[in-house]
């Protein structure tokens, strides 16, 4: 009758007997880091940080990593502190986004400025072949970092998805901007010619 439910005052039995011995001890602490950076909460993140420095490479179920998380939420202070701290700025979701991919997604133009001077991959390929310029272009908002990421001397803007498109091709289907690639083309011709 003692290990009857009905007469139990806790659960703590129940507990103990449903332990999982693989469960990773850390799991609380990746699940808050990665909520702080979404939420810009860069006191909590330093606190976590100088606890365990490994937490910088903690990922969710789909790969976002605590800059990924910070790059979509938007929050530049929060990006540039987990630069500063190592957080690798190519990191790769499940279907390989970067950072940058998650700032053009968001169109979050002061983010993806912060990871394009820390030298992130402007032509960085997602599992479909997009590029960071072909989800700015996919967005008709996303016109700043479109611009932004036109501007870069290393900028591929005539690569295409596995889908058979360029960036301007979404862009032309998605965007009334769509002209920033026509004006940017022979700009894009020049720098390419310099660089050589």
Known sequence: MANDARFAVSGW???????DPTRNPEEKNEKSILQAAEQGQLEYIKTLLNKNPALIQAKDKDGYTPL???CYGNHVNVVQYLLERGADINAKTDVHWGPLHSCCHWNNKECGAVLIQWGADVNAESEGGQTPLHISAAHGVNYDLAQLLLMHPYIDHNKISNTGDAPKDVAQRSSKFYNIFDIADPLLDIKKLDLL
Do not use: T
Request: a negative charge; charged letters at 50%; zero cysteines.
């Open 13 to 19: 039995q129940d507990d103990l007997e449903d332990i």
């Open 68 to 70: 990924h998380r910070a």
